[in-house]
């Protein structure tokens, strides 16, 4: 009879294997958390572009051309993408209405999340409509609202630099990344009337993006 002696690891050889795995997660760590940076960034714009596209080929189409508003007003805002602001339900025969919601998976804004919202969302400044109460909004990946942002044609001169044909300019704006996640942690830099700044991620809707706002590569 043989008996077998199972040799294990000595407590020397075991401490530098976890040094090494605590060395290799320390290298791991950058490289995933701006891949994750990277990721929400990708993210946000493939929903703008979503947004945009369900802007123009939809809703700008069964309203005889409005971007998302309450009928007869200049209350611009995301929310008339899921009720329908006193449009009449999209007529058949003549293809004109409204048949939405046009986006899904919007957020049904209560008191709470109206409290901790960053100023920047209930100002006319940032927002043609200040969001409140009672409004569907949809998220970045950040876990903040888009907004829609519209001017006139003269301000759409004046204001952003762009010529056009167009009666009104209209893009969506995201806060970006300036700082955490959630509604009350990232607000908008860029004044309906002024060119993007801050972190700011936008795409214009109907119009050329001016070279001043081109939005920075994600993970840049």
């Not at 025969?93 to 901790?116: C, E, F, K, N």
């Not at 990946?141 to 300019?169: D, H, M, Y």
């Amino acid at each position: 009879m043989y008996s077998i002696k199972q040799k294990g690891m000595t407590l020397i050889e075991l401490t530098v294997v976890l040094l090494i795995l605590v060395a290799l997660a320390g290298l791991a760590l950058p490289y995933v958390s701006g891949t994750s940076r990277k990721a929400l960034c990708d993210a946000t714009d493939v929903s703008m572009m979503n947004i945009k596209q369900v802007i123009m080929q939809r809703y700008y189409l069964d309203t005889l051309g409005s971007f998302p508003v309450s009928k007869g007003n200049g209350d611009y805002s995301l929310n008339y993408l899921f009720v329908n602001g006193g449009w009449g339900a999209f007529d058949l025969d003549s293809q004109i209405g409204w048949r939405g919601p046009y986006l899904q998976g919007g957020m049904l804004l209560g008191a709470t999340d109206v409290s901790s919202l960053h100023s920047s969302f209930k100002s006319t400044t940032f927002v043609n409509k200040v969001l409140a109460n009672g409004q569907t909004v949809a998220l970045d990946s950040w876990g903040r609202p888009f907004v829609i942002q519209v001017v006139s044609k003269a301000n759409c001169s004046s204001n952003w630099g762009i010529t056009t044909n167009e009666l009104q300019c209209a893009r969506l704006v995201s806060a970006g990344s300036d700082s955490g996640l959630g509604l009350g942690e990232g607000s908008i830099a860029t004044d309906i009337t002024a060119h993007k700044s801050g972190g700011d991620r936008v795409r214009y809707i109907n119009v050329p993006t001016p070279v001043l706002d081109i939005n920075t590569p994600c993970g840049e």
